[in-house]
């Protein structure tokens, strides 16, 4: 493990526990940097998530690119269990991230539901409205796409490959990690034909669902499966129209930046 740390420094940053408690989604998109701080401000949101949760980082995402500056993210530390604490419980029944909570209270579980509340609450413009219901069907197929047949073999990659050696101290289970990415390869090789007549997920807008993809597909690059992305033409061009854009490139580097080893600016 501690050879791969030294080798990854973005994947020991996901691997390592919170460093401070809160960081400022302000600065994400005020500065498009990510800064902790430990100051309260007035805020009509609070996102709680963990440091290395591919779900808390789909919200987080959606925050950089609303360009929001009221909301702030508290991260639980997973390693003491935070998560499973009475008062996580009483935000998510589950005893998981993400979930956030509103200045009134409302609060809300669930990575994507979350991600499209704030769409719809700050009126951003990453899904279709509701009077072009055709658009509006392809999203959520587009939607349901990436839950049903990408998120299960990512995230199980994702869970042998980091949260097992983190958290439960335990080596990959290779078999189950072989499978799962034989499955992808098979969802790419249809997502490239699909890529061929559209720019995004869901048409031709950049929306949620790609968002939606977007840790896990950042996690197959640390775990050395980059080919399967890079390697067909279509998913590599939507890849990089995804990385591309200013706020999730800013979010990206402030993550590697964060890392502890990560090569310092003034060092
Ligand atoms: N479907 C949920 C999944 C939430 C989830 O599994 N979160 C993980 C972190 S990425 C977690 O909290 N795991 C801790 C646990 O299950 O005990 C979502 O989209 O938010």
Not at 21 to 46: A, G
Not at 113 to 132: F, G, H
Not at 234 to 256: H, L, S, T, Y
Request: with cysteine; aromatic share 10%.
């Amino acid at each position: 493990m501690f050879r791969l740390i030294a080798r990854r420094p973005i994947l020991a940053h996901l691997l390592s526990p919170p460093e401070l408690p809160l960081y400022s989604i302000t600065q994400i998109s005020k500065r498009c940097s990510l800064s902790y701080s430990s100051t309260q401000k007035m805020t009509d949101f609070t996102l709680y998530g963990a440091r290395g949760s591919s779900n808390a980082d789909r919200v987080r995402l959606v925050i950089a690119e609303s360009g929001l500056t009221n909301c702030k993210e508290v991260q639980l530390d997973f390693a003491k269990r935070d998560h499973k604490s009475p008062e996580n419980m009483l935000r998510h029944p589950w005893g998981k991230v993400p979930a956030v909570v509103f200045e009134d209270g409302f609060t809300l579980y669930e990575s994507r539901p979350i991600c499209q509340y704030i769409a719809r609450k700050y009126k951003l413009p990453l899904l279709p409205t509701d009077a072009d219901p055709k658009a509006m069907a392809l999203f959520e197929q587009a939607s349901s796409v990436e839950a049903n047949y990408f998120n299960p073999p990512a995230s199980k990659i994702s869970f042998e490959k980091l949260a097992k050696a983190r958290f439960l101290g335990l080596p990959a289970d290779e078999a189950v990690v072989e499978a799962a990415v034989k499955e992808l390869d098979t969802f790419f090789s249809i997502i490239e034909g699909l890529l061929q007549d559209k720019q995004y997920m869901a048409g031709d807008n950049f929306s949620l669902v790609d968002i939606y993809y977007i840790p896990l597909v950042q996690r197959l690059f640390l775990f050395g499966y980059s080919d399967m992305i890079t390697g067909r033409q279509n998913v590599a061009a939507w890849w990089e129209r995804c990385v591309g854009r200013p706020a999730i490139k800013a979010v990206m580097a402030a993550d590697a930046a964060a890392a502890p080893g990560a090569p310092k600016k003034d060092a």
